[in-house]
Nanobody, 123 residues
């Protein structure tokens, strides 16, 4: 059974940093894309960043490019999201997801989801 478990969320002041981690288990993810999405209150879930587990290639939403970095640690089977220069607009529940086919930014092509972790950025 596939499990994705996020950790590392919390409360931080604007300009600060947080590191989210997604622990993946239940299958081999080498051929998968691992994505981070976020959902703020009253808004739709949106793409943040993704990484191809096998090649290491990455993709970022324009709103986080240059501030966030996604990486994977093969030995630990985790995918991390380093978030720097955080803004109040980054406040949301952050979700880890895994998908094997389709458009990398499209939420519909992700098959497995974690339970989410809250990130709150105060001004």
């Amino acid at each position: 059974q596939v499990q994705l478990v996020e950790s590392g969320g919390g409360l931080v002041q604007a300009g600060g940093s947080l590191r989210l981690s997604c622990a993946a288990s239940g299958r081999t993810f080498m051929s998968y894309r691992m994505g981070w999405f976020r959902q703020a209150p009253g808004k739709e879930r949106e793409f943040v960043a993704a990484i191809n587990w096998g090649s290491g290639s990455t993709d970022y939403a324009d709103s986080v490019k240059g501030r966030f970095t996604i990486s994977r640690v093969n030995a630990k089977n985790t995918v991390d999201l380093q978030m720097n220069s955080l803004k109040p607009g980054d406040t949301a529940v952050y979700y880890c997801a895994a998908g094997s086919v389709g458009v990398i930014r499209d939420i519909r092509f992700y098959d497995y989801w974690g339970q989410g972790t809250q990130v709150t950025v105060s001004s």
